[in-house]
């Protein structure tokens, strides 16, 4: 059975690794998929690759920092395709990480706070109101394990994903009588997504150790003693955005491999 086959699907930040790889399940389970950003090479790229896997994908370019763009490119998706049911955001907001909050200047520190707020403003409030107006749909985005825990040298980035979530429980609360739903997926940060596998590879190199063993070394002290792929965080994705999960909102899937525990 495909979970979202009939809905139409819009993914923000679509040529990345996390928009790609929720792009990819939203496709197998049957979805019509409009990949968004601002640059169109690496979405053509990406649609060509899913459209060779039988998926009807569409590209479209936008600035989720610009309101009117975001709109603008809604009405372009409802043309080729009605309304839209589900949408998911994984764009950068360019967080800045690696040094002590008390050696940060504010700009640098308030980065990803105003880029995470700003973009989920513009994306949430849009679909927010075009679902409200057309039966009802769900608003997906992506956070990780700092939204709910303190980490050394995490600037804003925390902060940023804290402040996101509590914004879609606002959003859920205001719009669910209109149908709307608003979740998230926490993440711990893939090992296959390259940030990640970048940071990953050089500490392993700093401890001579494989890619392997840096992974376990991770995982150790999470129940499942791995940490989660980027298709297990997509599928998390495609489960909260079909009707399986109809009954939530303003609320997260943890797909930590318990590496947080509720």
Known sequence: MMLLKGKTAVVY?????????VAKAFV??????????????RLEAAAAELRSQGGEVHVGTADAFDRA??????????????????????IDWGDAQGN???DLD??????????????????????????????GGTILGIT?????????????FGIACAAVEHY?????????????????????????????REAWLIHAREKGITFEEMHAEVAKDTPLRRISSLAQV???????????????????????????VD
């Not at 930040?13 to 790889?21: E, F, I, K, M, P």
């Not at 939204?147 to 995490?154: G, I, K, L, T």
């Not at 879609?168 to 711990?188: D, F, I, M, T, Y």
């Not at 009954?247 to 491999?257: E, P, V, W």
């Open 69 to 90: 763009a975001v709109e603008a490119h809604l009405k372009d998706v409802v043309a080729i395709s009605g309304p839209v049911n589900i949408v998911f955001s994984a």
């Open 168 to 196: 879609l429980r606002h959003l859920a609360v205001e719009n669910g009588p209109k149908g709307v739903r608003c979740c998230w997926v926490r993440s711990p940060g893939s090992p296959d997504a390259p940030g990640v």
């Open 234 to 260: 997509a599928d998390a994705v495609v489960l909260l955005g079909s009707d399986l999960a109809s009954s939530m909102t303003a609320t997260l899937a943890n797909a930590t491999g318990g590496g947080q």
């Open 28 to 41: 197998r389970e049957g979805a019509v998929v409009h990949l968004v950003a601002r640059g169109r090479e």
């Open 13 to 21: 930040g679509g040529s990345g690794a996390v928009g790609g790889a």
């Open 144 to 156: 990780a394990n700092a939204a709910r825990e303190a980490y050394n040298q995490m600037g804003g």
């Open 100 to 102: 002590d909050l008390i």
């Open 106 to 135: 504010f700009d640098r520190f308030i980065m990803p706070v105003e880029r995470g707020l700003k973009s989920w403003f513009n994306i949430g409030g849009v679909y927010a109101r075009h679902m409200g107006e057309n039966g």
